[in-house]
């Protein structure tokens, strides 16, 4: 193409961005001698980034013209030259730096060199004889680094040369491990070099112990696998072994070998004349960075025989000899390798790999999720956890799987019949096609990245280099696919085989037998094995639609229901569920289309005994998973309306309170699905839970006198009496929480009736009440312990006897128990005159000293004889050091003691009277906080376990698993039980700081003159 010829439209045709620049650039290449734009022009259309490929050609034309003319006299160096600085700005930085070596680029590379001509041609570059480098510090560690990136000049042309650059990534992997391990022998000859000498000094040893010290680098990860990229840190493990029989102690040898590694570190990365590599990465040894950088192996062994967590054994996997001693690699690597194949079996192995899984994403800001290649969503991490995961369940018994790099695994896994081949060929190829993107963006810079550009420039420029797509749309398209089809890999490689060991499923290339299986199932937290399969073959038995559906679910339902803190009742609701509702199509056909109802429904029945069998009774309800607003509380007004028109229905008081029974079920469950699901704060969760225990007595309390649900439905009928309920403690303050008892007590006022036969019907209310809100399938205690006298105390009382009962009678104890008392059924009137008689108590014009000790002498006895026999104080969520009863005691001494001067202390309500206090002054506002938190965690945690258990516990339990789901249920991640239980002690030691110095008053201690 003659030079008069090449318009705007044809440099924009071939990629360039800089049109204006880049006709300037070539014209000046010519005019300079370079070649003819009209022979570069071609050259550069194959480029990844025309615009730098040619920068690159002016700038060596400038400044290195003979090294230049050199290269042009060989055929196709200028093309390897344009195609390797086209893709990589740091290759074409480094021919600048040292123009000699663009003799790389004379000849064409047919084949990549191996491991055994690296080592020696990066040894031969610093001069190394005998395994010591004659060129040592700087002059040894830019001689190895200028040869290193000499040979991965060459290697990257041939990359960039390859027809199919996907098929031929394993190679280039493979060398560029081979390249890391002939750099960190190089780096040791020059560190052995540089600490021998004959003279002692400090790092300087004989030069007979330097070479009788044996020193092991242990590749670990992507280096280990033989798997590596352009530039990645190289994980190691130093082993070091003496020579007793020559004079040198494992001791000895183990101070050199430090020595040794900490300079040969130092040479790959540490800043230099020419830049650093790679870092090299020694975490992985026992005991991370707290750990010695170098071992014996005896120590190593022992350490990994008596501390190391699971993790630890699995970071094994792909440890392999990469540098120095090889054989003493070798029997470290054979000796650790019966630990690594039996982690499995492990006691925390569950929680280990829920561990991998959570680290997968963990840590990625926000804003580079989208971007992200190796740890996003459908990243190179999602394949290579499943397969590392599927390797060590399977490798306990299959040494034929035992492979470190992850696609040979993922070939093995195929071959054994672990995996199906189909879909290890596609996944093979979408790792390929992902590692080759990481490839090109880390070869652009060689600089470590995952994230791929954001602009439409840099998508083109990494899809010209990769030949993946020939626009940044299409390949943004391709990527996309890519990612779906990946983050499904977990469900197709490790799931979806389960199903060929319990029904008849075709799948070409499976023969998973029952203990496989169960072998999968135990590693991903089911402990009841056999049971899981035979619900397994339950659900997917049979040519009916619903097993066909289920045999397409199952899968994905099982992952789900692993990532819970109970997969084995998870799978076990599940199946009785399908039981209930398995013929009706709304339900397979939400299962079916609604991923997200289906993950929700999962999620609850892996978390909740509580939620589980309530569904049992109530299976229709996990219809309400398909839409948020069916699992919003539903207002007061709205139960109210509810319970009225089953009071016109129903004539029978039995009839309506059944149904009212089953209408609080309804509503306790679908709070119950909204906690556990995070779509309520726990204000609007004691709020609801309030409004439902409120409406079931108002509505059975209506049925039984015959009467409306409230005094604004008329006027009650006559039965001979006035009759109310006041609810006390939580209930009164609005603050119930799952498994709290309804404190509450009753008082009644003749009309028609006096005397006993008021009396009389009044108790015969009460025990009705009792007897028709009694529900053995979701318990609800009408608790009268409050009352008057306490246990001694009458059940029911005429507004009289409550009068003269304060005004004579009552205890300092009593009138505080009526700061959380509320009026919430009955007659109107009644309640009106009550709340006047309660109010002349618990808010007294003074409280005496005298009254306020006895407060204190009671809470001091309450903590001292109400704890349970051999319950930890704490761990006692109600009535433990710094728990509920702690906060509750301190606000509502504040509230007898300033409530007449302070008419906004005149709440129920605990934490609002404490907001109160402190915007009243009385308590400053780190101590409001402290113990807010306080309460706030315990109430959470007492409404957690009974969730997670469904039964009623006022204890923190000790058991790990049960403290697990505990922490789960209040969004911990996997494996939390000790942090719970850290947060739980430490919120509650400071509230109790907090409580007995504005409680109980300062401690004081006697002086040193004291008497």
Known sequence: MAREQLTLTDLARVGFADLGEARARLDEVGELGGPDPSDLFPLLTRAANPDAALFAVLSLVRQAPTEFVALRRHPGALQRLVLVSGASTGLTDFFLRHPAELAVLHEKTTAVAGLRE???????????????AELIDDDGWVALRVRYRRRLAELAAFDLEQADPVAGLDRIARTLAHLAAAALEASLAVARG??????????VYPVDEVRLTKLAVIGMGKAGAGELNYVSDVDVIFVAEGNDDAGLSAARAVDIATRLAVLMMRGLNQPSMEPELWEVDPNLRPEGKSGALVRSLDSHIAYYDRWAKSWEFQALLKAHPLAGDLELGSRYVAAVAPKVWTSASRENFVESVQRMRERVTSNIPADEVAVQLKLGPGGLRDIEFTVQLLQLVHGQTDPDIRQPGTLPALAALADAGYVGRAEAAEFAQDYRMLRLMEHRLQLDRLRRTHLLPRDESGLRVLARATGLATSAAALTTRWEATKHRVRGLHERLFYRPLLSAV???PAEGLNLTSAQAEARLAAIGFRNTTGALAHIAALTSGVSRRATIQQHLLPVLLQWLSDGADPDYGLLAFRRLSDSLGSTYWFLRMLRDSSGAAERLTRVLSASRYVGELLETIPEAVAWLEHDNDLRPRPLSVLQDEARAVLARHGSPDAAASVLRTSRRREMLRLALSAILGRISIDELAAGLTDISTVIIQGILGAIRGAGLTGDDGPFAPDGIEFAVIAMGRFGGAELGFGSDADVMYVFRPAALEGGAAHDRATFIVRELNRLTEDNRLPFDLDIGLRPEGKNGAVVRSIDSYQAYYRRWSLTWEAQALLRARGVAGDPALLESFHAVMDTVRYPEQ??????REIKRIK???????LP??????????LGRGSLSDVEWFVQLLQLQHAASVPALRTTSTLEALEEATRAGLVTEPDAAVLRAA??????????????????????????MQLDGVARMMEYPPGSANQLEEDYLAVTRRARAVFERRFYGPVERPGPFSG
């Open 118 to 132: 690296l080592t020696d041609d990066l040894l031969d570059a610093v001069q190394s004889k005998d395994g010591f």
């Open 194 to 203: 540089m600490c021998s000498g004959t003279v002692a000094a400090h790092g």
């Open 503 to 505: 029904a008849a499923l």
């Open 847 to 852: 409280i005496s000293d005298q009254d306020v």
């Open 860 to 866: 001091a006895r309450v903590e001292n004889e109400r």
């Open 869 to 878: 026999q051999g319950a930890d104080p704490n761990r006692h969520l109600k």
């Open 935 to 960: 309460w706030l965690f315990a109430s959470r945690c007492r409404s957690a376990i009974t969730l997670w258990t469904n039964k009623t516990a006022d204890v923190l339990p000790t058991d790990r």
